[in-house]
């Protein structure tokens, strides 16, 4: 499980046919457009038990509507991940993350202190771009994500999927709650 943003459609349509010149020439497994969303805190396994603690906590949590805005698109070696990258954290998103990451911790579950590098996974399991692919000549993105609500979400079992089918959807939401306007 974990706690997100998640873009709505018209957001998820621009962000990929902006980013469809770079998709094409990297290898991997894109994800479906109903995925794209930015990890708040993750979570790992939660024990079924633990959950109605950690959705009451959750819904105390008071924070402010924010704006992220999406710049460019990177590819991370070590993630094997292409990634539209936001450059600016406002301060109403990095609180929002602390505040999640205690409340996970308030239930009883374990969390990481990493800091939020908001990001939209595009591609997993990308290899190093061709020379003439380099991110460096990737294309600049101007998106802007209005942040009115945050999410709690959990992946979905993997299933049967054939090659060149479109992209199995990988997570589901289980809450949501609104932010402070």
Do not use: N
Not at 76 to 102: D, E, K, S
Not at 144 to 168: E, T
């Amino acid at each position: 499980m974990f706690f997100a943003l998640w873009p709505d459609t018209p957001f998820c349509a621009r962000l990929m046919q902006a980013a469809a010149p770079v998709l094409a020439v990297m290898p991997g497994r894109a994800l479906a457009a109903l995925d794209l969303h930015v990890t708040l805190c993750f979570l790992g396994a939660v024990d079924e038990a633990a959950l109605p603690a950690l959705l009451a906590r959750s819904g105390q949590i008071e924070a402010s509507c924010f704006e992220l805005e999406f710049g460019r698109l990177e590819y991370w070696p070590r993630g094997r991940i292409v990634a539209a990258t936001a450059a600016h954290l406002p301060a109403a998103a990095l609180l929002l993350a602390q505040a999640l990451v205690a409340a996970a911790s308030q239930a009883g579950l374990p969390t990481s202190e990493m800091l939020l590098q908001a990001h939209v996974t595009l591609v997993r399991g990308a290899r190093a771009p061709a020379r003439e692919a380099e991110p460096a000549s990737w294309p600049a993105l101007q998106l802007k994500l209005p942040v009115s609500r945050f999410y709690l979400a959990q992946s979905l079992a993997p299933g049967a999927h054939s090659p060149g089918a479109p992209a199995a959807r990988r997570y589901t939401t289980v809450a949501s709650w609104p932010l402070r306007a």
